[in-house]
């Protein structure tokens, strides 16, 4: 059974589902989940969500506070450590809902939440299990690997302008997600961004749109969530990287999941990073149910 449900976080309404599997004697374990860089909900999560129930787990499915149903302002603009606090509210909110097994909780993130998957796993130890699906793991190297070399110096002159303008009460500078231009600029200037985004705007989330704030891609290539990896441990930890993604970069994630520390598992997808949510989606799903079944059920 799915509902709509909100929660305050920071006195900003977030709002999503709260998925319930059938009623039984004991309370059922839960997993709080939210989507990467800029997406909403509907852009897939339903589909994990509903496997994730079938097997007994409660799910709560948020959207990030200034994008899709949620409140908050300025509106599309992203701070990671935000989104980390939020994820640590709804788990709050989810542990006070009768039928959940306070003691029992999962968290699952994909792209950049995946990032705030394993900051979560190593600061929260009400966590008992972690999930981070193609995770951005260094924001500051996976930023140079998108941004062409002679932009850097212009998106730094373009951060201190923006930010000495907001000082002065001018609205947020913004810049697009993604392009359909080889040399444009966008916040993921990739063609597979292009592709998935517009085609998934267009069939699911008729809500997403096409803008960030500046300071959103000023605070990606501040935000490290790789470091924390080591301190996940003993939170069981299960990654699954794409080996062809170049959007979170595929060796930057391969070299965090080492230096992680048992116990962990990781899972090997073929293709790009956008693979993981449609034709790899039956993998992926399937790995992240087993791994909650085993470690919030057993």
């Known amino acids: ?21 059938e009623p039984t004697k004991d309370p059922v374990p839960g997993v709080v989940m939210a989507h990467g860089f800029s997406a909403v909900k509907e852009m897939y999560l339903d589909r994990y969500a509903e496997v994730f129930t079938a097997a007994g787990l409660a799910t709560l499915v948020f959207d990030n506070r200034n994008f899709g149903a949620s409140d908050g302002e300025p509106r599309y603009e992203i701070d990671p450590w935000q989104q980390v606090r939020d994820y640590r509210h709804a788990i709050t909110w989810l542990c006070r809902q009768p039928g959940i097994n306070r003691e029992r909780i999962g968290v699952w993130g994909s792209s950049y939440s995946g990032g705030h998957a394993l900051v979560l796993g190593a600061i929260d130890r009400r966590i ?12 500051s190297r996976n930023l140079a690997r998108l941004v062409r070399a002679d932009m850097a110096a212009v998106l730094r002159a373009q951060f201190d ?75 069981p930890l299960l990654m699954l990287i794409a080996d062809s993604d170049h959007l979170a970069v595929a060796d930057e994630a391969f070299a965090a999941y080492n230096r992680a520390l048992e116990p962990k598992r990781l899972v090997i997808l073929k293709g790009g990073h956008f693979d993981a949510y449609v034709e790899a989606f039956e993998q992926t799903s399937g790995a992240a149910r087993d791994w909650f079944v085993e470690h919030l059920t057993s």
């Open 1 to 21: 059974m799915r509902r709509d449900v909100d929660f305050d976080a920071e006195g900003v309404t977030l709002r999503g589902w709260l998925y319930t599997p």
């Open 161 to 235: 302008a923006d930010r000495e303008a907001r000082y002065t009460g001018a609205a947020p500078a913004m810049i697009p997600v993604i392009t359909s231009e080889a040399n444009g600029v966008a916040a993921l200037p990739t063609a597979d961004s292009w592709q998935w985004f517009t085609e998934t705007a267009k069939t699911r989330a008729p809500s997403w749109r096409n803008q960030v704030t500046l300071r959103t891609v000023e605070m990606l290539g501040e935000y490290e969530p790789g470091s924390y990896i080591d301190r996940i441990s003993p939170t």
């Open 128 to 139: 008992k299990c972690v999930v981070s699906q193609v995770p951005l793991v260094s924001g």
